[in-house]
């Protein structure tokens, strides 16, 4: 087509070669994907972390053989803590305690996830509502909800009620404000695109508004997730009961009053560990499912 | 917010009906021309005007329009940046209202944006599905429409992809596959193919002649480009600025296919940038 005197003779044929043009444009212009191979993901996820841990044991363990710290009642052993965790494990108690505090931490998300979704759709969506309760909702978030134990005790007694009111409180700001902002961040570009094609009402509500709100929902889910965990762990520490059955903070709480502090160490270790378990198993590929899909991440 | 979409479109709804009335009036005082009857325009624009409330006080961004789109016709609407050519589709989508004049469009238009505006949480083809959805196309039907409409921009096989796996020009022809699926008698199409390369936009504006010839479509297509608007329209609008007024319009009989370099289309594009520099100037 670069010569000009046989542009006209070219015309008949250009429905042809206006398709192998535009196939070639494609081609080019998508970019090539590809799964990193396995030797690669080992070594740049999976090694690094693994390494660190290593790291903390040697200077842990360098501390009680040079003799830096020899005082087993402030910083037991590794190998101290290592048979905490086997007599826990053949007692049969070790699962138990972790269940304790998970299955009552799992059912208190829950809960909040019930309470805060709709308590978000409502603020963002209805005006008197978004006045009166946003700057609760933002104020409760930066409130550290260990300050909640004392009066949920009161209130409540020392049960479960109290526990789930702790969590609660601690959760639900998060994960409504996480729909909130994530409703509030929506491009008005898919509002109107969604207006013009009939999307209006409860119909752009559905399909448009919260697809397009879910990356904010996920991340305040899981802020609510770390933040339940957290307020659980800070109730089951101050409000330990021997009808509460033993979870996680109770066993620290045991531990600090037996001064055993390899039974401290495991606890906090346990705890450490759900934590981020739950995080790494359940939140973060979900989270990463969604981006990626977006094409919201561009590596990982 | 569903509250808020339903008052507007209560209240566009409303306009409508009295837009109807105002003509249905007219048609009986025997202006044979004014009539009712959709079907002799996919839209009809009588002394529109838009203000937006700035800074100093209301500002005036369309003034006094007057504009016909005949159906199946193709019309470009040709200005400079900011003269009010977004304003001006957004009213005709309904999206916005105007602050006086009337406003009548054959049906709901589709609206193709300047950015693609394909929803990243949707594949290419749940996208245009999603259009087919909304409009009530039972499923069953709707995946086999969904590949006619790939097939008709030129994406076999692209159903699955997502957004973002997409190059500029293949979100484009998405969009426009989507914008087809709403299935309405009128096309805005805002600058969709400012943002592209010149060799892309060349295939895209042969597709879009093709798909127009193809489905009878009535085409109001915004631009700043004056070669793209005489390579696409049958008539070419001129919009003023500040405020926008229609300054001239230009009929294109050139027979398509054109070319953007073909003698005739140079030859009325420096005839028309010839026109709008003079405009331009008056504000200089
Ligand atoms: N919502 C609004 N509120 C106030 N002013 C607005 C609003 N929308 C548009 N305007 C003003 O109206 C004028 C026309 O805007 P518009 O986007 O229609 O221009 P345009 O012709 O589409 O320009 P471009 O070619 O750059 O897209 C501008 O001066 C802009 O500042
Ligand atoms: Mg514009």
Sequence with gaps: ?300 | MATTYAKAEKAARAAQAAEAAEAAEAAETGSASESADAGRYAARLRHVSKSFAGPGGEQLVLDDIDLDVAPGEFVTLLGASGCGKSTLLNLVAGLDRPSAGSLTTDGRPALMFQEHALFPWLTAGKNIELALRLRGVPASERRARVEELLALVRLHGAYGKRVHELSGGMRQRVAMARALAQDSRLLLMDEPFAALDAITRDTLHDELTRIWQETGLSVLFVTHNVREAVRLAQRVVLLSSRPGRVAREWTVDIPQPRRVEDAPVAELSLQITEVLRGEIRRHG
């Design chain 1, 1 to 300: 087509m670069a010569d000009t005197e046989t542009t006209t003779a070219t015309r008949p044929t250009r429905g042809a070669e206006q398709g192998s043009v535009e196939a070639g444009l494609d081609a080019l212009e998508v970019p090539a994907t590809s799964r990193p191979p396995l030797r690669q993901t080992v070594v740049h996820k999976i090694l690094p972390p693994l390494i660190a841990v290593a790291l903390v044991l040697v200077v842990w363990q360098a501390l009680i053989s040079l003799k830096i710290v020899d005082d087993p009642a402030k910083l037991p052993s590794p190998a101290d803590v290592g048979r905490e965790f086997e007599n826990a494990w053949l007692e049969g108690r070790l699962l138990g305690y972790i269940w304790t505090s998970v299955s009552r931490g799992l059912l208190g998300f829950l809960l909040a996830l019930a309470i805060g979704t709709p308590l978000g759709l409502l603020v963002a969506r209805v005006k008197f509502v978004r006045a009166a309760v946003k700057p609760v909702l933002s104020g409760l978030q930066s409130l550290p909800s260990v300050a909640w134990v004392p009066p949920a005790v009161i209130w409540l007694g020392l049960d479960n009620s109290m526990m789930y009111a702790v969590i609660l409180l601690g959760a639900v700001p998060s994960i409504a404000g996480g729909l909130v902002s994530g409703i509030d961040q929506v491009p008005p570009l898919f509002l109107r695109a969604g207006r013009t094609m009939g999307a209006t009402g409860l119909r752009g509500a559905w399909h448009i508004v919260l697809p397009a709100a879910l990356p904010g929902y996920l991340a305040g889910l899981k802020q609510g997730w770390a933040f339940s965990w957290r307020s659980l762990m800070a109730a089951e520490i101050i409000a330990s009961s021997p009808d509460l059955g033993i979870g996680l903070g109770a066993l620290l709480e045991n531990g600090r009053n037996a001064s055993s502090m390899a039974m401290v160490f495991e606890a906090i270790l346990l705890i450490l560990f759900v934590g981020v378990a739950v995080d790494l198993l359940v939140f973060s590929p979900l989270e990463r499912r969604v981006l990626r899909g977006r094409g919201l991440l561009v590596k990982g």
